[in-house]
C-alpha cells in the first residue's frame, strides 16, 4: 500500500484515478503499476489442523486484508466439507495427512499454518518445508530445541520461511510498552513479572498427554511469560532457577507440569518472576518496572481487548481480533519481507525452546541453569 501511495504522489494522480484502471490500458501496461499489483496479493493459506484455534484463526481472517484462507489439510472429512461451506475453499485445495505433500504441486497456496498438537509440529511443519510451501506454526514452535532447530534448519534448506504464531507480537497496548521502554520511558529496566495460568479441563485431551504436548502448562500457556519477559525487558535470559509443584499427580502424569514458578536473569541487571501453570484461572499478568516508570497489563495475553496502564497512564491503543492483525503482518513479512517490532521467525521460537528445555532442567537438578 505504501508503494501504490508513493505512486500516486509520483505521478500526480488523486485516488479517483484507481478507480478508472481498469478502463485505461497504457495504466495497465504501466510498469510500477504491475509492479504494484504484485505487492498487494494476498498470502493464501491453508490451515493445517482444523480444531478450536484453528476454527479461531480461520474466523479472523475472514477481515484480513493481505491474507487470504484457499485451503485446508485435516483428517475429518465432514469438517472439510463443512469449512468449505463456511470459507468459500475449493475442493483442489482441500487435503488430508496422508496428501498434504502433494501440496507442492499446488500454485494456489503460498503457506500453510500448522494449528496441530505440539507433538506433531515438527513433522507437519518440514513436511509443509519439503511441499516448498512457507510455514507458520503455533506455538510452542516444537516440544524441545532440538526438534525446533531441525525445523528451523529444514525451513531454512527448503527455501521457505518459518513464523510462529505469535501474536501478542502485533498487538497495538503490548507494542506501545515495548515502544515506550525502548524510548527510555521506564528508565532502566529491572523487574519483570509474568503470571500465565487457565484450570485445564477435560483429563483426556491432548494437552495432557505429553507425547502430544511435550510437557504440561509450560508449554502451553507458561511460554506466554517465556516470551513475554523477552520481549518486555528487550533481553534475552542468562539464567534460569524453577521450582515445581504438582498437586494433581492424576491428573498431570510424568512429564506434564502443572505449576512452575521460575525466575531469570538479564544481562543488563534486570531479573524477571514468573508463574506457568494448569490450576488458577483468570491468571494473565505482566509488570514490569525501571528506574522511572513501571507498565502493567492485565489480561495481557489472553484474546483481548488487553488492558494496561503505565505510570504515565492507561494504554488506550483500540483492540483489533489478534489473529487478524497477525495474519496481515505475516503475509506483509513473507510477501514484501517486512521487519517486525519483535521477530516471529523460526529462531525466535527455537530461543523459547532453549529456555523452557533450561526451565525443565532447573525443576530437575534444582540448580541455576546457565543460558549462552
Ligand atoms: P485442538 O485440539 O482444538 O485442535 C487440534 C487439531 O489438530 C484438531 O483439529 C485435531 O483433529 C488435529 N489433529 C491432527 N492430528 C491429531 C492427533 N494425532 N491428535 C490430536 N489432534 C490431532 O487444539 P488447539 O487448541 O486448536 O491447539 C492447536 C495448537 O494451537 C497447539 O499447538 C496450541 O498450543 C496452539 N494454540 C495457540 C493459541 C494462541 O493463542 N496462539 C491458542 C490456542 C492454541
Wanted: hydrophobic content about 40%; glycine content about 10%; overall charge neutral.
Amino acid at each position: 500500500m505504501k508503494n501504490r501511495r508513493i505512486f500516486l504522489q509520483k505521478a500526480g494522480l488523486s485516488a479517483l484515478a484507481l478507480n478508472l484502471t481498469p478502463l485505461n490500458p497504457l495504466w495497465a501496461l504501466n510498469e510500477e503499476n504491475i509492479m504494484n499489483v504484485a505487492e498487494d496479493k494476498p498470502l493464501r493459506v491453508a490451515i493445517m489442523g482444523l480444531g478450536s484455534y484453528g476454527t479461531r484463526v480461520a474466523n479472523a481472517m475472514k477481515d484480513c486484508k493481505r491474507a487470504k484462507l484457499v485451503g485446508v489439510i485435516s483428517g475429518t472429512p465432514s469438517k472439510i466439507e463443512a469449512w468449505q461451506k463456511e470459507y468459500g475453499i475449493p475442493a483442489k485445495n482441500c487435503y488430508n495427512y496422508e496428501t498434504y505433500h502433494q501440496i507442492k504441486d499446488n500454485p494456489d497456496i503460498d503457506a500453510v499454518y500448522v494449528i496441530t498438537p505440539n507433538g506433531l509440529h515438527k513433522e507437519h511443519a518440514i513436511g509443509v518445508a519439503n511441499a516448498g510451501k512457507h510455514v507458520i506454526c503455533e506455538k510452542p514452535m516444537a516440544v524441545n530445541a532440538k526438534e525446533g532447530k531441525e525445523m528451523v534448519d529444514a525451513c531454512h534448506a527448503a527455501r521457505v520461511k518459518l513464523l510462529v504464531g505469535y501474536r501478542m507480537h502485533f498487538e497495538a497496548k503490548t507494542q506501545e510498552v515495548i515502544k515506550m521502554r525502548m524510548n527510555g520511558d521506564f528508565g532502566k529496566v529491572l523487574f519483570f513479572q509474568g503470571l500465565s495460568g487457565f484450570v485445564i479441563g477435560d483429563p483426556t485431551q491432548w494437552r495432557l498427554n505429553y507425547e502430544l504436548s511435550g510437557g504440561g502448562a509450560m508449554m502451553d500457556i507458561g511460554i506466554y511469560s517465556i516470551n513475554g519477559a523477552r520481549y518486555m525487558i528487550g533481553e534475552e535470559p542468562i539464567w534460569v532457577t524453577a521450582q515445581e509443584t504438582k498437586n494433581d499427580p492424576v491428573k498431570f502424569k510424568e512429564g506434564v507440569d502443572e505449576t512452575i514458578q521460575f525466575q531469570f536473569g538479564f544481562p543488563g541487571g534486570a531479573v524477571a518472576s514468573c508463574l506457568s501453570t494448569y490450576s488458577m484461572n483468570n491468571l494473565d499478568k505482566f509488570f514490569l518496572n525501571g528506574t522511572k516508570g513501571f507498565a502493567e497489563m492485565q489480561p495481557s495475553t489472553g484474546y483481548g481487548p488487553i488492558e494496561g496502564r503505565t505510570n504515565k497512564g492507561p494504554l488506550t491503543n483500540p483492540h483489533v481480533t489478534h489473529q487478524t492483525t497477525q495474519m496481515d503482518e505475516m503475509a506483509a513479512i513473507i510477501l514484501d519481507g517486512k521487519k517486525p517490532l519483535v521477530p516471529v521467525d523460526g529462531e525466535e521460537g527455537l530461543r523459547d525452546l532453549v529456555i523452557i528445555d533450561a526451565i525443565y532442567k532447573a525443576v530437575k537438578t534444582g540448580e541455576k541453569v546457565g543460558l549462552v
